[in-house]
Structure formats: C-alpha cells, structure tokens
C-alpha cells in the first residue's frame, strides 16, 4: 500500500532553516504531482508548496521566497527546504501525492503522518 513518511521537524528558533523529508513507498512516484500542506489547531489545512511531474513549483503566498520545494525521483522523496521560519510557520506538516492541472493541484487521498515544526519566538 501507499506509505509516505516525513521527516526533519523540529523545534527552530524565528529566522532559522529546517529542511522535510518525505519518502513514499508503494506509488509511481514520478507520476504524480507533490504537494506540502501544514495544519494548525484550529486553523484549517493549508496548501504550503506544490510541485508537478515536470518540476514547475507553486507556493502559498505566505511562503513566497522562504520556502523551496523540490523533488528527487531517483529517491522517491519530496522536500520542503524552509527558510526565514517565522512563530506563524508553527505546525504539523503532511506530504501528499496529488495531480495539477491548469496550474492548480488536486490531491489524492496518500498522507504521511506529518512532522511538527514548532518555531520559537
């Protein structure tokens, strides 16, 4: 079956760098789009960074220019390298596998278990 696994959270401090792993198993990796979404109690499940087969990126606007998300086929893995970190980039972030068509992407139902980032202030 299908298993995605993060990896690289932790506790950072405000303007620091953290770079996630997510390593699928189970999957046609290089078919699929990848995406980055992060959740925060209370808040809803937010689209953080895609990336499609080709390697076009599209980022939230609250990560512009902070944050890079990049693939490895070779590897099977996806990565979010995170820059600036902010308290607001506080979360538990999910790899996910998806499709992107005219520029939006579209995600299937494959989720890892997540890794918190916590960013101290």
């Known amino acids: 079956q299908v298993q995605l696994v993060e990896s690289g959270g932790g506790l950072v401090q405000t303007g620091g760098s953290r770079r996630l792993s997510c390593v699928a198993s189970?999957?046609?990796?290089?078919?699929?789009?990848w995406a980055w979404f992060r959740h925060c109690p209370g808040k809803q499940r937010e689209l953080v960074a895609s990336?499609?087969?080709?390697?076009?990126?599209t980022y939230a606007d609250s990560v512009m220019r902070r944050f890079t998300i990049s693939r490895d086929n070779a590897k099977n893995t996806v990565y979010l390298q995170m820059n600036s970190l902010k308290p607001d980039d506080t979360a538990v972030y999910y790899c996910?596998?998806?499709?992107?068509?005219?520029?939006?992407?579209?995600?299937?139902?494959?989720w890892g278990q997540g890794t918190q980032v916590t960013v101290s202030s």
């Open positions: 996910n596998a998806g499709f992107t068509r005219g520029g939006t992407y579209s995600s299937k139902d494959y």
């Open positions: 990336i499609t087969i080709g390697g076009s990126t």
């Open positions: 189970g999957i046609m990796f290089s078919a699929y789009s």
